[in-house]
């Protein structure tokens, strides 16, 4: 194995692998933390949405919070953590909707999907605060709403479309 890229979020390793058939092939594996994808519930049925600037397309997204669960970290305490950090929040029910690798012709990242509510204020004295890069715009709708977002081309997050259609 070659380590070829070590990045904050991924790193990016070169190697040769033996297939089931018995055929050697070099693979390039991108190598990424599982991930949490939250769908974050009001008490009225409407969820908390969030818009951010994503360098990798240079523009705004609609998106659902997520991010990735960090080294130690177990995936449930990650949502309350990202959700937190992400609109101010903290989630008091957790629930586990799935995981599905979104790439794995290239990339190992599991992300892992949840339903989540009855929100709350986070302590004032909280060290969980947003990420340095991060500049979210957070907007509450109705999950019919958010779906229609999809279909109308305004939501064109993968993570967040397919999480839509879990709840």
């Known amino acids: 194995m070659s380590l070829v890229y070590k990045g904050r979020v991924f790193s990016v390793e070169v190697e040769t692998r033996r297939y089931p058939n018995g055929a050697e092939h070099e693979v390039a594996i991108v190598r990424h933390a599982p991930s949490v994808v939250i769908v974050p519930f009001e008490t009225d049925d409407r969820v908390v ?34 959700c937190e950090e992400e609109i101010g929040r903290v989630p008091t029910r957790v629930e586990r909707l799935g995981a599905l690798y979104p790439t794995p012709g290239y990339c190992d990242e599991l992300m892992i999907f949840f339903r989540v509510s009855d929100l709350q ?33 305004e939501m064109v997050d993968l ?9």
């Open 49 to 82: 949405i969030i818009r951010q600037y994503r360098a990798s397309v240079d523009r705004e997204l609609w998106e659902l919070p997520a991010g990735r669960v960090e080294e130690n970290e177990n995936p449930e305490d990650a949502v309350r953590r990202e």
């Open 159 to 167: 993570k967040s479309a397919f999480a839509l259609t879990l709840v």
């Open 121 to 153: 204020v986070p302590p004032a004295d909280s060290a969980h605060k947003p990420d340095e890069d991060e500049d979210i715009t957070c907007r509450t709708v109705a999950l019919a709403e958010a779906r229609d977002m999809v279909t109308r081309g």
